[in-house]
């Protein structure tokens, strides 16, 4: 015996524009020979935007009411209409989701927040090796000037004795 194969589509816009409900149920078949493939193979569409409904009358209307205004919910508290077992412990995982994924969010905050500290520190000591290297070049450049300084006045000192001694 095979197990039954159920797939749920959840659709927010109408997909079926023809047809004014909003939960369509599809089996596999063989139109040529209208034979079915399994009776257990289903596809439920449901299209969330169709159900409009005051009361919640079966199960079909608390999903899709749920599926539909879920945001609404608070996670402590559902509303009278949706207390059952099933729906308590889909807003249970649904919690849990939550406080994964704020969980999760913390810690990519926190990741975030050291690389830029890290990049920060990278910035910081290549910015210094710079200044160090601008310093010493300035040093250099410092001590090449004195040096041409004194070479000049060397070669002042030289050509004024020229000068004295043509004069003489």
């Known amino acids: 015996m095979l197990k ?18 909003f ?9 040529k020979n ?22 919640i009358e079966n199960d079909l209307d608390r999903w899709t009411h749920f599926f539909k205004e879920g945001k609404t919910f608070s996670v ?14 889909a807003m249970a995982i649904l919690k849990q989701f939550s406080e994964k994924e704020r969980d999760y969010d913390r810690y990519m ?21 710079e200044l160090e290297l601008f310093k010493k070049e300035s040093e250099e450049a410092k001590k090449d000037a004195e040096i041409q300084l004194r070479q000049a006045k060397i070669e002042i000192e030289a050509l004024k004795s020229q000068l004295v001694q043509k004069r003489e």
């Open 4 to 21: 039954p194969v159920i797939s749920i589509w959840l659709v927010c816009e109408p997909v079926f524009r023809e047809f004014s409900g």
């Open 109 to 129: 905050l926190r990741l975030e927040y050291l690389r830029e500290q890290a990049t920060l520190k990278e910035d910081r000591e290549i910015a210094l090796a």
């Open 76 to 89: 402590d508290g559902l509303p009278e209409n949706m207390l059952t077992h099933e729906m308590e412990e």
């Open 34 to 55: 209208n034979l079915a493939l399994a009776e257990h193979a289903k596809i439920h569409v449901i299209e969330l935007s169709k159900w409009n409904k005051n009361r």
């Open 23 to 31: 939960h369509s149920q599809f089996t596999f078949c063989d139109q």
